[in-house]
């Protein structure tokens, strides 16, 4: 573990733990929050990325390898932010993987199990531990300690053929923030989902290299016409973290371009 000092940063500054940090949508989550002044630990599988990535936000941040899959791992992970700032304010649940890219008859079941561990089980034990230490903590003046945020999909919430274990842990990470939401609403912890649509990260182009998706279709069966670039996936988190949210729980917002929306052929989108 490495933390750069937290040279210029205010010591009321908001602390905000980022899973799958080091690329992605997880990394432009940890720039728009630096940029809002929020301190960040950066959380990744890959310590040497998590540990660079800290370092390229500048003083102040903090880069963890935690494999979220793994209890004793999440919990030193948390413990290792106390330790440096002594409270959190927010989390993001990031980490992810691809499926299988291939038929479901062709689909191993310990491929299925690892996407359910890495998205499911992965946001489940980091919002235990988080939630355990945000609902220690003070409220603010509207009765708040603090918000997470759950990355959901697109494939939760509309059938994408052969991506099985991935639609499954989606929804089944839609069902699980609706569900926390509503058992820590009255204690004043906020908890929401962003379901993206296809976003232009590495995880994409590897599922376009390998022939699972059509870049081209993809970008005209979108309303917007293009995929998101992942700073449009982390604005929308960022205000689900902040106090302009604060009436905010139990939500899943989808940041697709309107993919989710259209109830029409392609063709009508002109």
């Known amino acids: ?151 959901a999909s697109i494939a939760a919430l509309g059938g994408i053929p052969a991506r099985n274990a991935y639609s499954a842990a989606k929804a089944g990470v839609v069902g699980m923030t609706r569900a926390m939401a509503m058992e820590w609403a009255r204690q004043g912890l906020r908890v929401n989902a962003v379901a993206p649509g296809y976003v232009a990260t590495a995880l994409v182009a590897e599922l376009a290299g390998k022939g699972a998706i059509d870049g081209a279709a993809i970008a005209r069966r979108t309303p917007l016409g293009r995929m998101a670039e992942p700073a449009e996936i982390a604005q929308a988190i960022v205000f689900l973290l902040s106090p302009a949210a604060s009436y905010i729980t139990g939500s899943v917002l989808p940041v697709d371009g309107g993919w989710s929306a259209l109830g029409a052929p392609e063709a009508s989108l002109g």
Do not use: Y
Request: proline share 2%; charged share 15%; glycine share 12%.
């Open 1 to 151: 573990m490495s933390a750069a000092q937290d040279e210029g940063m205010s010591a009321n500054a908001p602390v905000a733990i980022v899973t799958g940090a080091a690329d992605g949508i997880g990394w432009a989550t940890a720039q728009c929050l630096a940029q809002q002044d929020w301190r960040v630990a950066l959380l990744d599988l890959r310590a040497e990325a998590a540990l660079a990535r800290a370092a390229e936000l500048g003083p102040g941040h903090l880069g963890l390898g935690c494999d979220v899959t793994d209890s004793n791992a999440v919990h030193a992970a948390v413990s290792a932010v106390l330790a440096q700032w002594g409270r959190i304010d927010g989390l993001v649940n990031n980490a992810g993987i691809g499926d299988q890219s291939v038929p479901t008859l062709q689909q191993t079941v310990d491929g299925f199990d690892r996407v359910l561990a890495v998205h499911l089980r992965g946001q489940f034990l980091m919002s235990q531990a988080v939630a355990g230490v945000l609902l220690a903590q003070a409220a603010d003046a509207r009765g708040q300690r603090g918000a997470i945020v759950n990355i």
